[in-house]
C-alpha cells in the first residue's frame, strides 16, 4: 500500500518551495507579480487594474499575496504602492534553480547526447567568475555576449535605442539605474544581485572620481553605521 503523503516527513526547504509555488499557481497572480517586476518593482493598485479581472478579484488576490509575504506594501491609504519581495524570490529561485538542474542532468543522460550539462549555480557565482572589468557597462557588454544576445535584442527588452546600449558597453554613458530590474529579467540574474554589482561599479568611480584613496571607503562605512544607528 503507498505510503499517503500525509505520513511522510518532507524537508522545510521542500515545504517552503511548493507553499512559493502553490501561492503562485494562479494566472492572475503570475499576472499581478510580472506587472509589478516589469514596472522596476513598485506599482499602484490602480496599474494592477490592467489585468482582465473584475477589481473585487484583484484585490482579493493582491490581499492573499501581501498575507503570505511575497507583496510588501508602501505609502498610506490612498496613496500605496505595491513591490515584491525581492529576497524572497532570490532564494527561491535559487531552490528552482537547484531543483531544475538535477532535472536537467536528467534529461541529458536519456537523450545520451555528447555535451555536458551546464552547471547551475546562483546568480553571485556567475557574475564573480567574470573577468575584472572598469565599468558596468562592460560587464553588460560581457555578460550579454556570454548569454548570446544581440545589443537589437536586449536594447529592445530594455526599452532603449541600440545606440544608446552601444554606448553604455563602450562607457560613454551611464546606464540608468531604473532600467536594473529588466536587466536581471534579460539577464536572468537575481535583481539585488545585479543591484549589489551595479552600486559598486558606481561607488568605486565616485571614490575615483573624488580622487581620494580607499580611506573613503571606510569613512563612508562609518557614516552607514551611524545612518542605521539614528
Given at each position: 500500500?503507498?505510503?499517503?503523503?500525509?505520513?511522510?516527513?518532507?524537508?522545510?526547504?521542500?515545504?517552503?518551495?511548493?507553499?512559493?509555488?502553490?501561492?503562485?499557481?494562479?494566472?492572475?497572480?503570475?499576472?499581478?507579480?510580472r506587472i509589478i517586476i516589469e514596472h522596476d518593482n513598485v506599482v499602484k493598485r490602480e496599474m494592477l487594474y490592467e489585468i482582465p479581472f473584475n477589481i473585487e478579484t484583484i484585490n482579493k488576490h493582491v490581499a492573499e499575496l501581501k498575507n503570505l509575504g511575497i507583496l510588501k506594501v508602501y505609502g498610506i491609504k490612498g496613496n500605496v504602492?505595491?513591490?515584491?519581495?525581492?529576497?524572497?524570490?532570490?532564494?527561491?529561485?535559487?531552490?528552482?534553480?537547484?531543483?531544475?538542474?538535477?532535472?536537467?542532468?536528467?534529461?541529458?543522460?536519456?537523450?545520451?547526447?555528447?555535451?555536458e550539462a551546464e552547471e547551475v549555480m546562483p546568480a553571485a557565482n556567475m557574475t564573480n567568475e567574470m573577468a575584472p572589468l572598469s565599468h558596468f557597462g562592460a560587464f553588460i557588454d560581457q555578460y550579454r555576449n556570454s548569454?548570446?544576445?544581440?545589443?537589437?535584442?536586449?536594447?529592445?527588452?530594455?526599452?532603449?535605442?541600440?545606440?544608446?546600449?552601444?554606448?553604455v558597453e563602450k562607457g560613454e554613458i551611464a546606464f540608468n539605474p531604473?532600467?536594473?530590474?529588466?536587466?536581471?529579467?534579460?539577464?536572468?540574474?537575481?535583481?539585488?544581485?545585479?543591484?549589489?554589482?551595479y552600486y559598486s561599479y558606481r561607488i568605486a568611480e565616485l571614490v575615483d572620481e573624488s580622487g581620494c584613496n580607499e580611506s573613503l571607503l571606510d569613512s563612508a562605512k562609518e557614516k552607514i553605521h551611524q545612518i542605521h544607528a539614528g
Open positions: 500500500m503507498p505510503l499517503s503523503y500525509s505520513y511522510t516527513n518532507f524537508d522545510d526547504n521542500d515545504k517552503e518551495l511548493s507553499n512559493f509555488a502553490k501561492a503562485l499557481a494562479l494566472p492572475v497572480r503570475v499576472a499581478i507579480i504602492n505595491y513591490s515584491i519581495d525581492e529576497s524572497l524570490f532570490d532564494q527561491m529561485a535559487y531552490r528552482f534553480s537547484l531543483l531544475f538542474k538535477s532535472a536537467r542532468h536528467l534529461f541529458v543522460q536519456h537523450i545520451n547526447t555528447n555535451y548569454l548570446n544576445i544581440t545589443q537589437q535584442v536586449l536594447a529592445e527588452k530594455l526599452g532603449v535605442e541600440t545606440a544608446c546600449l552601444n554606448q531604473e532600467k536594473l530590474m529588466l536587466l536581471a529579467n534579460a539577464f536572468g540574474i537575481a535583481p539585488t544581485v545585479l543591484k549589489r554589482e
